[in-house]
């Protein structure tokens, strides 16, 4: 059972260029979620998906997209990189949308937008 | 969404109990206190949860003030492992986790 993996674990991209952040669960969890943390902050949430077929806005969502592809998978694509999109990505999963529910997190994505 | 307030750091020495304060002023009476923490280089991990009542895991424990204002997380006796930032979250029923700025526990040996 390997919890939450995001893939790849460290990324170097020059402004403009264009990516594609992969996470997958393997606990049939139905919402999963895409946060950043900047240096020194806490996570802020850019979006989430409370169940297969459906995205929704957090609160920094500018500049992303993402794809809940299935129920294993969501991704978060960068369409033009920016310098302010250099971050840590966390994706994380819950059994449902209830908050109450523990919330299962990966080890990070580590950008860096030239 | 409810706010919390942390301090920024805090320091235990090895073996001794740490409490972790936690102010939520604004918490309404279905908002359930969590705590999660992240290692260093790491996602963050839950650590406890509770509504009213104080909580113990293998973990931790929880204590929650009785006005429901103030919560206190409890380390028995913190390992170097423990180093950690912690971070008390109110939810506020059907929303999402808004994780602040979290409390810098260093652990001395």
């Known amino acids: 059972n390997a919890g939450v993996t995001q893939t790849p674990k460290f990324q170097v991209l020059k402004t403009g260029q264009s990516m594609t952040l992969q996470c997958a669960q393997d606990m049939n969890h139905n919402s999963m979620y895409w946060y950043r943390q900047d240096p020194g902050m806490g996570l802020r949430l850019i979006y989430y998906s409370a169940s297969e077929g459906t995205t929704d806005k957090g609160e920094v969502p500018n500049g992303y997209n993402v794809s809940r592809l299935n129920k294993r998978e969501f991704s978060l694509r960068l369409e033009s990189a920016a310098p302010s999109q250099t971050s840590v990505y966390f994706c994380?999963?819950?059994?449902?949308?209830?908050?109450?529910?523990?919330?299962?997190f990966g080890p990070g994505t580590r950008l860096l937008v030239l | 969404d409810a706010k919390t307030t942390q301090p920024n750091s805090m320091e235990s020495n090895e073996e001794e109990p740490v409490h972790l304060p936690c102010n939520h002023s604004t918490i309404s009476g279905t908002d359930y206190i969590h705590w999660y923490r992240q290692l260093p280089s790491q996602g963050p991990e839950y650590v406890i949860h509770?509504?009213?009542s104080n909580v113990n895991n293998r973990m931790a424990s929880l204590a929650i003030a009785e006005d429901r204002k103030s919560s206190t997380l409890i380390l028995h006796r913190a390992t170097l492992r423990d180093a950690a930032v912690y971070y008390c979250i109110s939810d506020n029923y059907g929303q999402n986790f808004v994780f602040g700025p979290g409390t810098r526990l260093s652990v001395l040996p």
């Open positions: 509770g509504l009213t």
């Open positions: 994380a999963s819950r059994e449902d949308s209830e908050v109450r529910e523990t919330q299962y």
